[in-house]
């Protein structure tokens, strides 16, 4: 699954890659259809801009309505049947959008304060802005939400 992110949705590329997505920034406008990328299935464009006209929607463009970055990611797990076990959290830089990779706790060094490092077990490293990625508040946070919201869709 890959997702393309509109300039109207900036802080919500960042709670994707967070989750796991491949996630990319473009402009778009609803002038110019071209813009769009190309319709593949499991890619998706997404974007607050209300005035797309109707004929130029696709399958693959979301119009969210949501305005909180939290809310409009559990719009998307609504609308594109997301489950939180189909994310993949710790895996993607949240900057570079790259794959993270294992980052063994003895070769932290200085990389991460020390109540960071004794409170954690594990650590990840992008390859590219060799930030350091741990299961952080953030992402308990989000993790917790959208969890809460997904169980209140299945109701047992
Ligand atoms: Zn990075």
Redesign the pocket.
Same mark, same amino acid.
């Given at each position: 699954m890959k997702f393309y992110v509109d300039q109207t949705l900036g802080k919500l590329i960042k709670w994707l890659r967070l989750l796991g997505f491949d996630t990319v920034q473009v402009q778009l406008s609803p002038k110019d259809l071209a813009q769009l990328p190309p319709w593949k299935p499991g890619v998706y464009v997404l974007t607050k801009q209300t005035s797309w006209p109707a004929r130029r929607q696709r399958p693959d463009l979301l119009i969210l309505t949501s305005q909180d970055p939290e809310d409009q990611l559990a719009e998307i797990c609504q609308r594109l049947s997301l489950p939180p076990d189909t994310w993949q959290p710790l895996q993607r #830089?949240?900057?570079?959008?790259?794959p993270?990779q294992p980052l063994p706790p003895d070769q932290l060094e200085d990389r991460v304060p020390d109540y960071i490092a004794v409170r954690h077990q594990q650590f990840f490293e992008?390859?590219? #802005?060799?930030?350091v990625f741990w299961e952080g508040s953030h992402q308990r946070r989000i993790r917790r939400r959208l969890e809460e919201l997904s169980h209140r869709q299945t109701p047992r």
């Open positions: #830089c949240s900057d570079c959008n790259l993270l992008c390859p590219q #802005c060799q930030r």
